[in-house]
């Protein structure tokens, strides 16, 4: 026992104080005069093995009255951390329950001034008391505890109840709390005794130095309340001794730490408003370490790449180290660290609908709090339960909370939140853990720590299943390995490792996937919403695959002909912009994108949504498509940037860039893989297991359909990850063909004008053409042309000097001298006109090709009209033009000395007509016979 | 004898195909006096001529003249088969036994047929016409098959700067309508060749266009002084007593540039009619 000494270092006393410190000040004195409290071996002497079950507890608290003038009314003894009182070792048939406690009791031995009829089941001690100058024993009884206590032991002196309430103070004290005494009662002292192990000498040997025969010396209900002695036998369970298999302890010692005295408090105050505190310190515990148990870590299918949850379990004490009076308890886990295997993944889905639980609301849970009140219950990802703790049969429940990304204690990405309690024990524990995937693998390492530190026989947290479950499993059939370390509250840097294992034995559904690559198959849809023939309507790609495909990499696509995009009005997303998205990788980058983005309005063209996951329920995630400038050599490319905000977790920004090709010939748009970013497929460890891509296309007015009603397709070929997603090597490709086909085509107009030009028109002279062509508005596009010139005009082959080869047409290297003229296209499509020179170029035909290289804002096109003879005449054919509308096209051809074209007659006067056919996209045919206006002199002009 | 040459040039340019385009419309009267139908084929290297000639009668008066008509040809090859040489100039020496005399024809400019089309040019010019015939020639452009091209020659009598010439109007729609007309000068010379027939083609560096035949016909015949009388007239200058006569009526050569000159005297053979 140790003298009574001042604990200022006992928080609890100090507040009490300091709360008191405020209240009207008392005239007579209160104070603890005395205060001891040790734990005592059955021999004699304290108990100090860690773990170890005392065979009896005592507190002695004597208490400064003034002679009485001071009336105690709370009394408050707070045992040191990890010393437990173990309601269940006794069961239903060990509490007495609140009528018998308020029963007084008749004893056969004498007359009896304690006011309760308690069992002999129950009772754990005897609590001495003393009223004025006299002192009297009562029995101690353990009692149905009132809702939020742990357990609850009382006695009823003089017919007055005294019920100590057993209170957990987080994270493992346990308080014995005394409130309201009766001023009538005149406490001046109590001596507290609680039996270690209450039922213990109904089974003791003879011989034992605890066999009293029959009975357990200290047993109350045979006691002598004025000598605290025994009158006779008294079984717990009434006339028979206990069975060996039910005794158990109702104290257990702290497992940690070892080195450091015991530390007990007390603080009491007065009806007067004085307060007191004490502290007592026993002797040191010894023994500290003990053997770890292993834990075990299961799946919760046996399927490959399938939703599953995760088991973790642990088995403490289920020995019976902490109600079995010959063992000893061991300590909890503190920390535990576990390295699941390469394949077993987080799930995207899971941040569906999912919500996280701030530190504060974490800190707003309380054993009694309603759900809800703390964490949200849309932030639960799993369980948590605890058994056996205080020895009760009742489950501490919990749930795992996803902790709010980057803003928890760990600062991770993943961390979570363990929350089990039991709100009517009044019992609560809380932890943390953090998963922390690799960032190139997503092999997932969790780590707990700070686990539950009151002694428990079972502690399993699980990751939920189902639809939005936790985890992926392995894709592959095999045996996997968690690896396990883990350390106890007695030592906390001393790591055990253990592993355990869990097989992969079929497929989701179906047998084993095959080894190797999975099929790769992904579906495509696309097409414009509207289908009519020359609409402006957004353009829907969707592109999915299944959990059993491989993931998409790439994407790359050939668009039909004639689907085209209004690029009039259209900003670009510059390359620092661009590079502004992909540097928002910080915690909030992709909220910060979708609240700012980097790219400005004007280059937005469309959105994207994005699903990642596996199963029925995908987390969606948002993008937006911009178009932006020059990329891998070609004129446009179009960026989607997407907020990867996957649920609550913020993977940064998503910037996938494609090179936007536009075929010099037919203007048809394509994305070439080889100009595109790869698709990322895992961002910071998640793997992405992108599963459905919805591009829209949606910018008012941007998208125009083509006005031939021919059936075309989208071709897309899409580039699947292998076998091996971190390699390009073994990356499969699965080639899609979309039907496209517009409507109506019949119902747009088709009526162009082409007007001819020449210069002077004698005959022999080298006139000068300009060719100019307007349809009209909303007209069907031209698909083909030819112009026959009348016979009187000739080619004037003397002045072809220069023609441009094919390969230095390819090249863009022509030569000066093969330019024989201008062209110029104007189009809605853009702001600026197409324009560039006009060449002779080496045809697969007879003579040169007449092309026309068209420029403007990057975008080349090539106009090749091929030179034959028609009837004489020299006919210029236009075949195959793009779908594209064009409001006006004029080619000019120099006349004199670079003249390509000499008349064989006075065109002046022989009012020559050219023929022209032309043919729409939409097959519509026209003929018309334009007049050649040439420049003549007015008759009776002078020379 | 009056040979016929048509080229279209087209020559590499370096930075390109460089075409020295026209239609070198030779024509040329190259024999006379041809009493039948032959071929002379001279080479030299890899490079083949084979001239040709017909004349018709062949029975030609031993004294005088009677007009005739004469279909001259050209075929211009190689031993190979590649793309010969551009064909530059074409000059043909007549044996002063025979003539041309446009005397009592009408005569047009070169203005008044070129450009046009061959109907053009005979609307313009028809009283002038004095004979027809085709051309044909192989045209090879970088990255292209090579194209055969044929035109029709129509023979014009003209003037220029006062002195008669041939104007040979070539017009063709294969592959394009084009138009060229080739001048042949005359001059007087001594000696055994009377008239020289000369045209100079457009200079021509390149081969990748190249002549493969040329035919031209001269018949025409017109009324002069009460009389009707031959653009080309020519008698059989048999000596008295021989039925005929086999003689050199005309050297034509053919200039190649830096592949030379090939040269062939047609000898041709007459019947005499008293």
């Not at chain 1, 007449?850 to 009209?865: D, Q, S, W, Y």
């Not at chain 2, 195909?17 to 290297?45: D, H, M, N, P």
């Amino acid at each position: 026992m140790t003298p009574v000494r001042p604990l200022p270092a006992l928080l609890g006393a100090a507040l009490s104080l300091l709360l008191l410190a405020g209240a009207p000040r008392a005239e007579a004195a209160f104070a603890i005069d005395s205060f001891t409290a040790t734990a005592e071996k059955a021999a004699g002497g304290a108990e100090t093995k860690a773990g170890a079950h005392p065979a009896a507890f005592k507190a002695h608290v004597g208490l400064e009255t003034d002679a009485g003038a001071q009336r105690p009314r709370d009394l408050s003894l707070a045992l040191p951390p990890g010393f437990l009182v173990n309601p269940g070792a006794l069961g239903a048939l060990g509490e007495c329950s609140a009528t018998a406690f308020a029963t007084p009791r008749v004893s056969p031995y004498e007359a009896s001034a304690s006011g309760e009829s308690c069992s002999n089941a129950s009772q754990v001690g005897v609590l001495a008391v003393q009223t004025g100058s006299a002192t009297r024993s009562f029995g101690l009884f353990n009692l149905v505890p009132p809702f939020g206590a742990a357990a609850a032991i009382g006695a009823a002196p003089f017919g007055i109840p005294l019920r100590f309430d057993v209170h957990l103070r987080e994270p493992d004290n346990l308080a014995l709390d005394l409130a309201g005494l009766p001023q009538s009662l005149d406490l001046r002292a109590l001596d507290l005794t609680i039996w270690g192990t209450p039922w213990e000498g109904d089974s003791r040997p003879p011989g034992d130095p605890l066999h009293n025969p029959g009975h357990n010396p200290l047993r109350g209900n045979c006691l002598n309340e004025q000598t605290g002695g025994s009158h006779g036998e008294c079984f717990a369970l009434g006339g028979a001794t206990a069975p060996e298999g039910r005794i158990k302890t109702y104290l257990t010692l702290p497992t940690a730490p070892c080195g450091s005295p015991l530390s007990y408090g007390v603080t009491a105050t007065s009806w007067q408003g004085g307060g007191a505190a004490a502290g007592a310190a026993a002797p040191a515990l010894e023994e500290c370490s003990k053997a770890l148990s292993t834990p075990k870590v299961q799946l919760m299918t046996d399927a490959a790449a399938a939703r599953t949850g995760l088991a973790f379990n642990l088995a403490v004490n289920d020995g019976g180290g902490i109600l079995n009076p010959g063992g000893f308890a061991r300590p909890a886990i503190r920390t535990a660290i576990v390295s699941l295997p390469a394949g077993l993944t987080l799930n995207p889905s899971l941040g569906a609908g999912l919500g996280v639980c701030d530190e504060a609301q974490f800190a707003r849970e309380s054993a009694g709090s309603e759900p809800g009140a703390g964490c949200p219950n849309n932030s639960k990802i799993g369980t948590v339960s605890l058994e056996g703790a205080l020895g009760l049969a009742e489950t501490l429940a919990g749930s795992v909370y996803l902790a709010r990304p980057y803003e928890n204690p760990s600062g991770s990405l993943l961390a979570v939140y363990l929350l089990a309690r039991n709100p009517r024990r009044g019992l609560i524990v809380k932890s943390q853990g953090r998963i922390e995937p690799d960032p190139t693998s997503g092999r997932l390492v969790a780590t707990f720590e700070g686990l539950p530190r009151l002694l428990y026989t079972h502690f399993a947290l699980t990751l939920r299943e189902g639809q939005r479950s936790t985890l992926l499993s392995p894709p592959s059939c095999g045996t996997y390995l968690a690896q396990i370390q883990t350390s106890s509250w007695a030592e906390p840097t001393v790591f055990a490792n253990a592993s355990s294992a869990f097989p992969i034995t079929r497929g989701d559904p179906g047998p084993c996937p095959p080894a190797g690559a999975l099929p790769f198959h992904p579906g495509l849809l696309a097409g414009s919403v509207s289908p009519s023939a020359a609409a402006r309507t957004p353009f829907h790609l969707r592109m999915t695959r299944s959990d059993a495909e491989q993931e998409i990499t790439s994407y790359s696509a050939t668009f039909p002909p004639g689907l085209l995009a209004k690029l009039a009005g259209v900003g670009e997303c510059s390359e620092a912009a661009i590079a502004a998205a992909k540097a928002r990788t910080g915690p909030r980058g992709g909220a910060e994108e979708l609240a700012a983005p980097s790219c400005p309005a004007s280059s937005l063209i469309g959105h994207t949504v994005a699903g990642y996951g596996v199963g029925g329920v995908l987390a969606w995630a948002p993008g937006s498509l911009y178009l932006a400038g020059p990329y891998h050599g070609a004129p446009l490319s179009v960026v989607a940037i997407d907020a990867a905000v996957i649920g609550p977790f913020d993977l940064g920004v998503v910037v996938v860039r494609s090179a936007i090709r536009i075929d010099p010939r037919s203007a048809q748009v394509s994305l070439d893989s080889a100009g595109s970013d790869p698709i990322p497929h895992i961002l910071e460890g998640i793997p992405l297991h992108l599963r459905d891509i919805r591009v829209d296309v949606d910018r008012p007015d941007f998208t125009v359909n083509p006005t031939s009603c021919d059936r075309m397709a989208v071709h897309s070929t899409l580039t699947g990850a292998g076998a091996d997603p971190f390699s390009a090597a073994d990356d499969a490709t699965a080639v899609s063909t979309q039907r496209f086909q517009v409507l109506n085509c019949t119902l747009l107009g088709f009526r162009p004008a082409l007007s001819l030009r020449l210069g002077a028109g004698r005959h022999g002279g080298y006139p000068s053409l300009r060719a100019t062509y307007a349809p009209r508005p909303r007209d069907a596009n031209l698909s083909a042309v030819s112009v026959t010139m009348p016979p009187a005009v000739f080619l004037a082959q003397n002045h072809i000097d220069t023609v441009c080869t094919r390969a230095q047409f390819a090249r863009d290297a022509c030569p000066a001298g093969s330019i024989y003229g201008h062209a110029r296209a104007i189009t809605p499509l853009l702001e600026e006109a197409l324009e560039g020179p006009v060449y002779l170029r080496s045809s697969r035909t007879a003579v040169p090709d007449l092309v026309a290289e068209l420029r403007g804002r990057g975008i080349e096109i090539e106009v090749p009209g091929r030179i034959d003879s028609s009837r004489g005449g020299i006919r210029a054919n236009f075949e195959n033009l793009p779908d594209a509308p064009v409001t006006k096209f004029v080619l000019t051809l120099p006349g004199g000395k670079r003249g390509l074209l000499q008349n064989g007659e006075d065109l002046c006067r022989a009012r020559a007509r050219a023929n022209a056919r032309f043919v729409a996209q939409s097959n519509e045919t026209a003929i018309g016979h334009p007049r050649l206006l040439a420049k003549c002199r007015r008759p009776g002009a002078h020379r | 004898m009056i040979p016929v040459g048509v080229r279209i040039g087209f020559s590499p340019h370096p930075a390109g195909v460089k075409v020295r385009c026209g239609i070198l419309a030779g024509l040329v009267l190259a024999v006379l006096f041809v009493s039948a139908a032959g071929a002379e084929t001279v080479q030299k290297g890899g490079l083949r001529v084979a001239f040709t000639g017909k004349i018709s009668p062949t029975r030609l008066p031993r004294q005088g003249s009677a007009p005739i008509a004469v279909t001259v040809g050209g075929q211009i090859a190689t031993v190979d088969g590649a793309p010969p040489p551009q064909l530059q100039g074409i000059e043909i020496a007549i044996n002063r036994a025979g003539r041309l005399d446009p005397k009592g024809l009408p005569s047009c400019t070169y203005a008044d047929v070129q450009p046009s089309t061959t109907a053009a040019a005979q609307a313009a010019c028809g009283p002038a016409k004095v004979g027809e015939g085709s051309f044909a020639a192989n045209v090879v452009i970088p990255e292209q098959s090579p194209f055969p091209s044929e035109g029709k020659i129509v023979a014009f009598n003209g003037v220029e700067r006062g002195r008669p010439v041939i104007l040979a109007h070539v017009y063709g729609t294969v592959p394009v309508p084009l138009s060229y007309t080739l001048v042949l000068r005359m001059t007087h010379g001594k000696g055994t060749w009377g008239t020289v027939l000369s045209a100079s083609l457009p200079a021509v560096t390149s081969d990748v266009a190249y002549v493969t035949g040329i035919s031209l016909t001269l018949d025409r015949r017109f009324q002069s002084g009460g009389k009707t009388v031959g653009y080309v007239a020519a008698g059989c200058p048999a000596p008295k007593g021989f039925p005929g006569a086999v003689f050199p009526l005309a050297r034509a050569s053919f200039s190649f540039g830096a592949a030379g000159t090939l040269s062939s005297t047609l000898n041709r053979s007459c019947k005499a009619k008293d």
